[in-house]
């Protein structure tokens, strides 16, 4: 079964700019989220989709958005991009269940500079 | 404010000795945690998960402790290897909150051999 593919792997941009990232999860999985990993904040939840829908959101500015295709595929987007925005951003997909036993199987990110 | 701590940026263990890693949090209404490993270059790899109504997970070499009382988790590997040299990251949440996971900042193992 292939893993969690996120592209691109690297991505280069200066500020203002606007940027999308694409994950693709594993096949069967309904639920994708995304997290943002910086030296100084660890990893943070930034939203998670669930059959094209929303389903949380967590702390980040109105700049920060995604969107899920019907085929369980998801991107994200920064619009007007700021020097603190680089970081390692992550996905995550699952079967969309909550609890201990849902596990979240993660892609290798995008590394995201913005100079 | 850190709902998640992981107070030991690092760790340092022979070959063949018990690894303890620790965590610490501070919301009572956490559900369920979760251990990933991650190594440079790749994204996290789950490991071993507990429900907060136990107190005690096993996998393997794996083995995670909850002590709801003391709001303190911890990892122990045992006995520890050279390829689990990687950053562990500690993780909770809440069953209302989807699968959103509040993470600690990580802890660094380095297994000698």
């Known amino acids: 079964k292939a893993g969690v593919t996120q592209t691109p792997r690297y991505l280069i941009k200066t500020r203002g700019q606007q940027v999308t990232l694409s994950c693709s999860p594993i096949s069967g999985h309904r639920s994708v989220s995304w997290y943002q990993q910086t030296p100084g904040q660890g990893l943070q939840f930034l939203f998670e989709y669930f059959s094209e829908t929303q389903r949380n959101k967590g702390n980040f500015p109105g700049r920060f958005s995604g969107r899920q295709f019907s085929n369980s595929r998801s991107e994200m987007n920064v619009s007007t991009l700021e020097l603190g925005d680089s970081a390692l951003y992550l996905c995550?997909?699952?079967?969309?269940?909550?609890?201990?036993?849902?596990?979240?199987?993660f892609g290798a990110g995008t590394r995201l500079s913005v100079l | 404010d850190q709902q998640v701590k992981q107070n030991s940026p690092s760790l340092s263990v022979q070959e063949g000795r018990i690894s303890i890693l620790n965590c610490d949090y501070t919301?009572?209404?956490?559900?369920?945690f979760l251990w990933y490993k991650k190594y440079p270059a790749e994204g996290p790899t789950f490991l071993i998960s507990i429900s907060s109504i136990k107190d005690k997970n096993e996998d393997g070499r794996f083995t995670v402790f909850l002590n709801k009382s003391a709001k303190h988790l911890s990892l122990h590997i045992v006995p520890s290897q050279p390829g689990d040299s990687a950053v562990y990251f500690c993780?909770?949440?809440?069953?209302?909150?989807?699968?959103?996971?509040?993470f600690g900042k990580g802890t660094t193992l380095s297994v000698s051999s």
């Open positions: 995550a997909s699952s079967l969309g269940a909550t609890g201990a036993k849902n596990i979240q199987y």
């Open positions: 993780a909770a949440g809440v069953n209302q909150a989807g699968t959103a996971l509040i």
């Open positions: 919301n009572s209404m956490f559900d369920y």
